[in-house]
């Protein structure tokens, strides 16, 4: 994630961050969540987080919230992400 914006509903003020100089940026899981069922990319992105959760990749989600944390759960469960698409790493 490069940027993020927030919103206040009761006040309507607004808040811009800007990651992109950060060494350990911040990630988004659980994409398909974000998109309307019809959006040619749920599917997708839906595919990605059940295998994402059946190799155990959330199974510490205070970890996962950033790339270094993303990337050690990754070696830790002995995958990586090729795409979209999670893969056993050969050790």
Request: some cysteine.
């Amino acid at each position: 994630m490069l940027t993020s914006y927030q919103v206040d509903l009761t006040t309507f003020d607004a808040f811009h961050r800007s990651y992109d100089s950060r060494d350990n940026r911040p990630l988004l899981h659980r994409k398909h969540e974000f998109l309307h069922p019809d959006d040619p990319d749920a599917a997708k992105y839906r595919r990605l987080t059940e295998a994402e959760v059946r190799a155990g990749l959330y199974a510490n989600p205070h970890l996962i919230g950033t790339e270094k944390g993303w990337e050690s759960e990754l070696a830790r469960c002995g995958k990586a992400l090729r795409g979209h698409r999670l893969v056993r790493v050969r050790e």
